[in-house]
């Protein structure tokens, strides 16, 4: 608590457990004190001194949880500010959707007993909330057109993990933007998408799922009439990334990762090449707790969990950890990108605490001696 008391930037989610078995939750950020009721500071103010700064949120007075009722905390960068917070209105006005969040919060819950392997697999868990709330809007369509009617098979029958093997996955990742855009077409005036940009996905999916007159006179047959005209458009646009073949479809054919070296710009290829990384498929997408945000142009990730840990209180030799690509910046190292192939497959190394462990497990070691 007094160590986080000084903690300001960057903001951070920090969680917290000790070995007398209590667990808790900080949000340690800088959050400026904004004396004038109507400065929320989502806007330009005049710079004439009307609306300066009163100072900064003591660090003792930031939100905090211990032991919550549930018996863990969860957090994914959601809107997590508590409910009771006495300074709740001075918080950020962005954050990321919910889902990541939801995804954590319904496996912790569904079970007390959750282990080191337990936590490990919830961390590249790659199921889609918002594939499968989109799911039950699927059950009654159909079209006389035989390709639409096959993925709305595929998609009926997924189970919304976003695989690197799933064809589902891929269809679904290049609909939900053509959805999102559609419906915020039909909600926002055109100068409002222009300055603000698009709905957020859970607006959208409430929509879809409780139609109004957004979508026409008869609400339900205008909602499902966009699914299909813009599924219809989502299997062209596949078509001319992938082909005809289904099988090139595969989420991890498109969804992979890859480093290249900042210098890279300024390199000849010969000099490039020994400094980036295989390509490697990646599951998961920005709504999966493995997290894998990417760019539209090529599918490559480029957001996510660098870093992961699992960490056993019981017995620290038992932790596990992941890296990536390696954990030597010199490209002649056989360790500079020897981690990025298990990062993308999700699997970890041992993190080892005790000196026998690390003894245990070391490859190799460098002795630096000063000069005499």
Do not use: C
Request: charged share 20%.
């Amino acid at each position: 608590t007094e160590g986080m008391a000084r903690h300001f930037t960057p903001g951070e989610n920090m969680v917290y457990a000790d070995v007398d078995g209590n667990i808790g939750w900080f949000g340690g950020a800088l959050a400026p004190i904004r004396p004038r009721q109507d400065w929320s500071g989502m806007l330009p103010v005049p710079g004439d001194g009307r609306y300066e700064w009163a100072g900064y949120l003591p660090g003792s007075l930031l939100p905090r949880v211990l032991n919550p009722p549930q018996g863990f905390y969860a957090t994914a960068n959601e809107f997590n500010v508590p409910a009771d917070y006495a300074y709740r209105s001075m918080s950020a006005t962005a954050w990321a959707e919910p889902y990541r969040f939801q995804r954590a919060s319904e496996v912790l819950a569904s079970s007390s007993g959750h282990t080191v392997a337990d936590s490990a697999r919830l961390q590249i868990d790659e199921l889609s909330i918002p594939a499968r709330t989109l799911g039950p809007l699927l059950t009654g369509l159909g079209s006389t057109d035989p390709e639409l009617n096959e993925a709305l098979l595929l998609l009926r029958g997924w189970n919304h993990v976003v695989s690197t093997d799933s064809v589902a996955a891929t269809i679904h990742e290049l609909w939900m933007p053509r959805l999102v855009a559609q419906v915020s077409q039909r909600m926002v005036p055109a100068a409002g998408r222009a300055l603000f940009g698009s709905l957020s996905r859970p607006v959208v999916l409430a929509k879809l799922a409780a139609p109004d007159a957004v979508f026409g006179a008869d609400p339900v047959a205008g909602r499902d009439a966009l699914l299909l005209d813009t599924l219809k458009a989502t299997l062209e646009e596949l078509k001319t990334l992938r082909g005809w073949d289904k099988s090139a479809w595969q989420w991890g054919q498109l969804h992979h990762i890859q480093f290249e070296h900042e210098l890279t710009p300024f390199l000849t290829e010969a000099q490039a090449a020994p400094l980036q990384t295989p390509r490697f498929p990646v599951g998961g997408d920005n709504d999966t707790l493995h997290r894998a945000s990417y760019r539209t142009s090529d599918f490559r990730v480029t957001s996510g969990a660098s870093y992961r840990q699992v960490i056993d209180l019981a017995d620290w030799d038992n932790s596990l950890a992941i890296n990536v690509p390696g954990q030597s910046a010199d490209p002649a190292s056989p360790y500079y990108k020897n981690l990025i192939e298990a990062w993308a497959k999700g699997e970890y190394f041992p993190m080892a605490f005790s000196r026998a462990k690390v003894d245990s497990l070391r490859a190799d070691s460098l002795t630096l001696r000063p000069a005499r």
